[in-house]
């Protein structure tokens, strides 16, 4: 995309059309302080450029009627979920539908170069498969703290090796497009602002539980990343003084209780200790376990699996509950691997923070799952690189 927009009103209209779809010239105008004329020369100035085309006349509203505008239809954004554990990879048109989608394992222990190896082939086979002939612009999520004015990862606890990698830069060369990075779980957010349960909400908190535990700001409308982009880092809040070692090398934080490993982990005992036959049937099998092999045995009435997930909901509910006296969302959105468990941990979550927080902040506060799955991220990553194309900044 080498056109940018030339001023803010342009930058506007982009937004417009890229989050209501197509609409004609007296729609816009009814949604932007423009007068007739000025919108019209805004409108056939982004014409020109050839970010925004025609799409045949609009419904009569009375009168002579309008004319439809779109986004260019051959626009394409890349959207990369980084997970601990995974990758997801889609292409999305102007309007950041989806268009192909594609998740493949993957241990971001492994560092930077194999994991950006891993989506330059996911990316060249969505390419290969007719999606897309270039890119416009790219997003990244990965696990960890990002300094976000650089894209770069700063000391992420579970990803060793990624510290100080230029991301940006490294993907940005290889793709041939701009490219923003962010933390995962702000994509999270901004997917489900997109695209899912919190569109129509401007005040929110988007809590992702997988491997590790981080929360999504999003206040008015955007992404709240602190003052230095580690805002959100709720994992290592301290639950338990002089706790269990957590990997970032403090004690008792909610990741060390709870989230995918420590959820794994204590499966694990539990079947060693012969506190449950079912988990020990899954590891005598599998050899190992996982976030998926609780739910599965809890689902089955396992009591020591409801037990694991009810005592980590109660931990991450805890947290959260914090969270809604400080913050005052109007939505808490539960997303990540671990909402597998389902109504068990949202239930206990429910319960920590309707118990915990002051009734004007909870008396009309809803805590749901996330609807979008894994499709938020990359949703989310979309999202992200076209904010930074559909913007204006005066040179």
């Excluded at 950041?96 to 560092?111: C, F, K, N, Y």
């Excluded at 004690?251 to 959820?263: I, K, V």
């Excluded at 691997?337 to 008396?363: D, E, K």
Aim: with cysteine.
């Amino acid at each position: 995309m080498t056109a940018r927009p030339g001023n803010v009103h342009q930058a506007r209209l982009l937004r417009l059309l890229r989050d209501g779809g197509p609409s004609s010239r007296a729609q816009l105008g009814d949604r932007i302080d423009l007068s007739r004329s000025k919108l019209a020369v805004e409108i056939d100035r982004l014409l020109e450029t050839g970010l925004v085309v025609g799409d045949g006349f609009a419904a009569s509203r009375g009168g002579r009627r309008s004319h439809n505008v779109r986004l260019a239809p051959q626009l394409r954004f890349l959207g990369v979920d980084i997970g601990a554990t995974s990758i997801d990879v889609a292409v999305t048109g102007p309007e950041l539908e989806i268009l192909g989608h594609l998740t493949a394992p993957m241990d971001v222990r492994e560092g930077p170069v194999a994991v950006f190896e891993q989506v330059l082939t996911m990316t060249a086979k969505l390419k290969d498969d007719g999606l897309a002939e270039h890119f416009d612009g790219a997003g990244i999520g990965v696990p960890g703290p990002v300094r976000f004015p650089d894209g770069i990862p700063v000391a992420p606890p579970i990803m060793p090796g990624w510290d100080g990698f230029p991301v940006r830069e490294a993907l940005g060369q290889e793709l041939g497009c701009p490219v923003m990075v962010d933390n995962d779980v702000n994509l999270m957010a901004l997917g489900e602002q997109h695209a899912g349960v919190a569109h129509s909400v401007q005040d929110f908190i988007c809590v992702k539980i997988g491997t590790g535990i981080g929360c999504g700001i999003v206040a008015d409308g955007k992404v709240h990343r602190g003052a230095t982009g580690s805002a959100g880092d709720i994992g290592h809040i301290q639950v338990e003084a002089e706790g269990r070692q957590c990997p970032c090398g403090n004690r008792g934080c909610l990741e060390a209780y709870f989230g995918g490993a420590a959820l794994a982990r204590d499966a694990e005992e539990a079947a060693r200790d012969g506190r449950s036959a079912e988990l020990a049937s899954r590891l005598e099998t599998m050899g190992t376990l996982t976030a998926a092999d609780v739910s599965a045995a809890a689902s089955a009435g396992d009591v020591a699996a409801l037990d694991l997930i009810r005592h980590g909901g109660n931990r991450t509910g805890q947290v959260i509950a914090g969270l809604v006296s400080f913050f005052n969302p109007a939505l808490v959105v539960i997303g990540g691997g671990v909402t597998g468990l389902g109504h068990t941990l949202l239930a206990a979550i429910r319960t920590q923070v309707y118990r915990q927080s002051l009734p004007l902040a909870t008396g009309n506060l809803p805590i749901v799952l996330g609807e979008l799955g894994p499709a938020a991220g990359v949703t989310g990553a979309a999202r992200l690189i076209s904010d930074h194309l559909f913007s204006y900044t005066p040179t």
